[in-house]
């Protein structure tokens, strides 16, 4: 079981630090700005479809999946989310967070309800979004099929080598669509040659406040 203490990053929003890493679940430059760039501006904004399934590799905070539902309730979209997180928050963890305050104030409920949804099974979360969780690891993980991005979000490759590996990568693109984005913080050499290996086609990107750069690799 993973300690973790709640902070606060330079936009205001939360995030949690685990001492035992060394490492934080968000940029300490902004959580909240950090995810929007990353993963709905150079992630789901360029999917055009209006039927998205959604894969993500670390559901930690469900920051991700709350921008996610705000995106698809905007933009008149249908999204079907998965996600797999082996170190789950506890109920006290996940109630305090106040992502709601930046993006809609109406959305604490909306991440409670997150948190608190059946692992395994998938749950309807209002009516453009659907939410089904996987308390494992990855590598033990039968990925869904025909995704059109994939949030890829796991602790730095430096802590966590192996899950930035080929055989992670290539299970992913396996299962990604034609023309699907993966998208990442992390743009080390080692990122980019893994998946390229597998056969994406990374684009390096400019990153958020605090970040040089990003990766969004496509499935060709």
Aim: some cysteine; proline content about 2%; glycine content about 6%.
């Amino acid at each position: 079981m993973l300690i973790r203490k709640l902070i606060i990053t330079e936009d205001g929003s939360h995030s949690f630090y685990i001492e035992e890493l060394g490492e934080q679940y968000h940029s300490v430059h902004g959580a909240v700005q950090e995810s929007l760039h990353i993963y709905i501006n150079a992630g789901l904004a360029n999917i055009r479809k209006s039927d998205i399934s959604i894969f993500e590799m670390g559901f930690g905070t469900g920051l991700n999946a709350l921008l996610s539902f705000d995106y698809a309730k905007r933009n008149n979209k249908i999204i079907h989310y998965s996600a797999v997180e082996k170190y789950p928050l506890t109920k006290n963890e996940y109630c305090v967070l106040n992502y709601s305050d930046f993006i809609d104030s109406d959305y604490r409920h909306v991440l409670n309800e997150m948190h608190n949804s059946e692992w395994g099974t998938e749950n309807k979360i209002g009516d453009n979004f659907t939410l089904i969780k996987y308390a494992e690891d990855i590598k033990n993980l039968v990925i869904p099929d025909n995704l059109d991005i994939c949030y890829f979000d796991a602790f730095n490759p430096v802590i966590q080598p192996e899950l930035w590996s080929k055989d992670i990568f290539s299970k992913i693109y396996e299962r990604l669509n034609r023309g699907g984005i993966l998208c990442t913080y992390s743009a080390k050499g080692i990122v980019k040659e893994n998946l390229r290996s597998v056969g994406f086609k990374v684009n390096r990107m400019k990153g958020p406040e605090g970040k040089k750069h990003i990766l969004q690799a496509i499935k060709v």
